[in-house]
């Protein structure tokens, strides 16, 4: 009778602490408390921000996609290209290009492409996207722009709607098929300062009258109100352009804008083509390259 109600006693305590055990794992999986659910996530793990990829200093293939700067127009002959120039995938010593300084020399001739063109605007650049996605590169460099604020009149500046819708357009080409490429974004030069620092020169005054960048360097010496306007309006256009580029490429989580660096540069006569006084010189596209670099390699972006 004892062993009777001693086997009785014990079923009644592991049926309450089953029961117990069931209520227990039940509310923990109603309340969702600190504890996940088997299989699931925490309130507070779904609730945390997704982490920024970390910024790869190091990539091991590079493409460029812009305009007549990343041709390397103007900087070995007279109103040609000279890709072997370029600040971004160059092969000159003398400008030791952005490819050259990641990749090593070896490399930079098999792992890095150029599909910049000159004259390009950036309604060109999803295309020019698209054809850089296609060698599925660690790097694709931007440099795009001042041929949207160069136009033969300030009136015919591409509107910062269209920059911007062009641009996002351009990344959306890349990511379609390479959510992982990383982005450098150079700023837009300073058109004004361009201005400024080659009207000094007698020669490149006389060939900008044959129609180089007219919104800005038309009758280059006139300082009457229209001029100045029209200069300042192609500025400010300059400005809200780099905007642009900054903000949408925030947006994007393997992009990083320069912080301004192209923009902030302050280019003399020696790192202007002595062919146009506009174009970079070798000793300019190698500033560019040395500029790119520092961006791309620092840990943290320029502010």
Known sequence: MRNSRHRARAAVALA?????????????DASGGDSAAPGGSSAQDRAAPKRAPAWDTSPRSLAA???????GFDACSVLSDCPEASWATGSDDE??????????????ATHSWNYAKTGARMADLPGQMQRAAARDPELVTV????????????DEMTSV???????????RAL????PKTQVYVSS???????????RTNQLGKQVWKLGICKSMLADADNMDRAATDRRQSVQDRVVAYNKVLKDVCARDQRCRYDGGAVFDF?????????????????????????????????ARPRS
């Open 95 to 108: 400008v030791r290009s952005l490819a050259q300084r990641l990749l090593g020399k070896q490399r930079a």
């Open 175 to 178: 990511r379609r098929t390479q």
């Open 65 to 71: 996609v812009g305009d007549s700067i990343t041709r």
């Open 16 to 28: 309450t602490a089953a029961l117990t055990g069931f209520a227990t794992l039940t509310a923990c």
């Open 188 to 198: 837009v030069p300073d058109l004004k300062r361009l201005w400024s620092t080659g």
């Open 143 to 154: 440099m795009a722009g001042a041929n949207d604020a160069c136009r033969s009149s300030a």
């Open 161 to 171: 709607a269209e920059f911007r819708a062009d641009f996002q357009d351009a990344l």
């Open 266 to 298: 302050h280019f003399d006569g020696d790192q202007l083509s002595h062919w146009d006084w506009f174009h970079p010189s070798k000793d300019g596209q190698s500033r560019l390259a040395e500029m790119a670099h520092k961006g791309i390699t620092a």
